[in-house]
């Protein structure tokens, strides 16, 4: 594809449900992040992937965040038992040494 | 470690004023920096990037000049438009690894 991707741009959802976001990164990226941009506050790192190295998990906030990345493309962040304060957009990138390429986001809201 | 300190905001500036934006970074390394806009609605996208010390890097009238000595990487517009009304966000990533690190983001709003 021409760009990154992310899937749904936008859920609303209860407190205490799942979610899982999707990213689709730029074809032959080998590195894909995740971040959180909440509301008055900048970037959040939150999980990093490089080709098959483990990911640097980080910047996962609580045990309810979890991310994978199959076969080294299609990535999903997965938050479990969501909370009010889960509610951001979560930014997807996917890069080349040296540049990142940012998908337009998903914009969580936890009820 | 590393870390991106960016000037507070919000930022409000009339048209055609000068605009800086202050960003100062700490590297355990040789980093290169970034600066990314967020325009309203949009995703995050490169404005500019320097890769070693006195590069300016510079685009749509934007520039900004690593400075080794001082740790700095300030943005700066001598004549700002409505048009550029956005968040500005400086980063910086080591060049050993693919880690990025950004700022917290300065808003700034340009008026008629």
């Known amino acids: 594809g021409a760009g990154v991707s992310q899937s749904p741009s936008n859920k609303v959802t209860e407190k205490g449900k799942d979610v899982e976001l999707r990213c689709d990164p730029i074809s032959g990226h080998t590195a894909l992040y995740w971040y959180r941009q909440s509301l008055g506050q900048g970037l959040e790192f939150l999980i990093y992937?490089?080709?098959?190295?483990?990911?640097?998990k980080s910047g996962l906030p609580s045990d309810r965040f979890s991310a994978e990345r199959t076969g080294g493309s299609v990535s999903t962040l997965t938050i479990q038992r969501t909370q009010q304060e889960d509610s951001a957009v979560y930014l997807c990138?996917?890069?080349?040494?040296?540049?990142?390429?940012f998908g337009p986001g998903t914009r969580l809201t936890v009820l | 470690g590393n870390s991106v300190t960016q000037m507070e905001g919000p930022v409000t500036l009339s048209e055609e004023a000068f605009l800086t934006i202050n960003c100062t970074y700490t590297a355990t390394g040789y980093p290169s920096l970034f600066w990314y806009v967020q325009y309203p609605g949009e995703g995050l996208q490169l404005l500019l990037k320097a890769t070693k010390a006195d590069d300016k890097g510079s685009n749509k009238g934007f520039e900004a000049t690593y400075r080794k000595e001082t740790t700095s990487f300030h943005l700066e517009k001598g004549s700002v438009q409505v048009s550029d009304s956005a968040v500005y966000f400086c980063a910086l990533s080591e060049r050993t690894g693919n880690q990025f690190y950004f700022g917290t983001g300065t808003s700034l709003t340009v008026i008629p």
């Open positions: 990138a996917s890069s080349l040494p040296g540049k990142q390429f």
């Open positions: 992937f490089q080709g098959n190295s483990a990911p640097d």
